[in-house]
């Protein structure tokens, strides 16, 4: 490397997707929440800059589709689990994926979710 050459730090594709202000259009990707993982430990409600997430008890409707472990994990974790109330307002900016231990989150595209291709 000669004297008067600099190198411009990589940035990766995952440090991209993390950036609050990833310019991402909002309603392109929603946030998609396996049932069966989260545990409601408020981690993404904490990091989302778009205030997608919020804690919730647990629908009926979803509480009938959980596994016994997801339901054993329900009960333990006092019924509530995370929703994405405001998904039209996710730009996919990653932090909550990234935020979530129990990897309960995931971007979906909009059109995909809206036809029923996710969890």
């Keep these: 490397m000669k004297g008067s050459e600099t190198v411009e730090p990589e940035t990766s594709e995952a ?3 993390l950036r609050p202000d990833c310019g991402g259009l909002p309603g392109r990707f929603v946030p998609v929440i396996n049932r069966n993982r989260c545990e409601a430990n408020s981690k993404c ?3 989302c800059p ?3 997430f919020e804690l919730h008890a647990l629908a009926s409707e979803d509480r ?3 596994s ?3 339901r054993l994990k329900a ?3 006092g019924g509530r689990q995370a929703y994405a109330v ?3 307002d996710c730009h996919a900016c990653g932090l909550c994926v990234a935020a979530c231990p ?4 995931k971007l979906v595209a909009a059109a995909a979710a809206s036809e029923g291709q996710n969890d």
């Design 15 to 17: 440090q991209n997707e």
């Design 45 to 47: 409600v904490d990091v």
């Design 50 to 52: 778009y205030h997608v």
């Design 64 to 66: 009938a589709g959980l």
């Design 68 to 70: 016994l472990v997801g």
């Design 75 to 77: 009960w333990a974790h």
């Design 86 to 88: 405001r998904s039209q």
């Design 102 to 105: 129990e990897q309960a989150i």
